[in-house]
């Protein structure tokens, strides 16, 4: 019965952020525009780390994963309600959505795992610094960027699975601007507490295990950067993690609010508004804080801009 429940929907309806088409037409402006910055400023991280040989270190090889992996995030949501802004029909099928979803959770754990395995990179060259190229070898590097992707791709796998083998009948509006979990989960026939609570722990899974570790890894940082004499020293060693501790508390500030709570204390507006933040605002903002807050990704850009002046110059004489 569970099943022929579920072939009874054939797609649902996204209301998206607004109903007036005036403020839809500003919202879409604004939002290509702020499409258009993430994807040109994750991939020109992506271009410098793979061009300019000084930043060929587990660091940047990790920040230019998470780069890419921030382009394909962004790219999930926002095309669609591009879409949606310039269009009445605001339907999605089922296939459409689940897909959609599926891709969402995908990156998103993706990114968490790789922003817990860049704090266990800072930590190695912190706390272990005679030891760092030893174990940060290429090969482990590559083992741990595949382990978060697999990760990441199983465990979606499964709870998206789970969410659209549910059956669905009646109401098929969704109140957000994509095919979010909690929205998805709240239109399934009959009494949803159990599979609120698979959420949660998949959100404890995807989002609080790999804060923990990144908590813990930080914890070790301060204690050895508090253990060095100089101040220089110090500076040096907290400059390496600024732009990573910045990135860990936007992205993990707002999915813990969003995913770690049940429908009793969920609001659409808060939820929406959380959305825009870590799927889209966020995004757009890591290129900022890792080219404006790390000086060797700032001089491998003036470097890397020279070598092009320079290399045009000489082929137009």
Not at 41 to 56: A, D, R, S
Not at 232 to 252: E, N, Q
Not at 258 to 282: C, D, P, Q, V, W
């Amino acid at each position: 019965m569970a099943r022929s429940n579920v072939t009874e929907i054939a797609g649902f309806i996204l209301l998206g952020l607004t109903d007036s088409h005036v403020i839809r037409l500003y919202l879409f402006g604004m939002f290509f525009l702020i499409y258009l910055f993430t994807i040109l400023g994750n991939t020109t991280i992506i271009v410098i780390i793979t061009l300019v040989t000084q930043l060929y270190s587990p660091m940047y090889f990790f920040l230019r994963n998470l780069s890419f992996t921030e382009l394909c995030y962004i790219s999930v949501t926002v095309p669609r309600m591009l879409r949606d802004f310039l269009q009445s029909d605001n339907f999605i099928s089922f296939l459409g959505c689940a897909t959609q979803l599926y891709f969402f959770c995908f990156l998103g754990t993706t990114e968490c795992f790789l922003l817990a395995t860049m704090a266990y990179d800072r930590y190695i060259a912190i706390c272990q610094p005679l030891l760092y190229m030893s174990i940060m070898t290429k090969k482990q590097c590559f083992k741990l960027s595949l382990g978060c992707v697999l990760a990441a791709m199983t465990l979606s796998l499964g709870q998206i699975t789970f969410v659209f083998s549910l059956p669905f009948c009646g109401l098929n509006i969704i109140d957000h601007f994509f095919c979010d979990i909690l929205p998805v989960v709240g239109l399934v026939c009959g009494d949803t507490y159990v599979n609120e609570m698979a959420i949660f722990m998949y959100g404890s899974l995807v989002i609080a295990s790999p804060f923990v570790l990144i908590l813990v890894s930080y914890v070790q940082i301060l204690a050895a950067v508090f253990r060095i004499d100089s101040t220089v020293g110090r500076h040096k060693a907290f400059a390496t993690c600024g732009s990573h501790l910045m990135s860990v508390t936007l992205f993990y500030g707002t999915a813990t609010v969003t995913y770690l709570r049940t429908k009793s204390n969920y609001t659409t507006g808060e939820a929406k508004l959380m959305s825009l933040l870590y799927s889209i605002f966020i995004p757009m903002l890591n290129p900022l804080i890792y080219s404006l807050r790390n000086s060797q990704v700032k001089n491998a850009i003036e470097t890397l801009f020279v070598k092009l002046k320079e290399k045009k110059k000489w082929t137009a004489q």
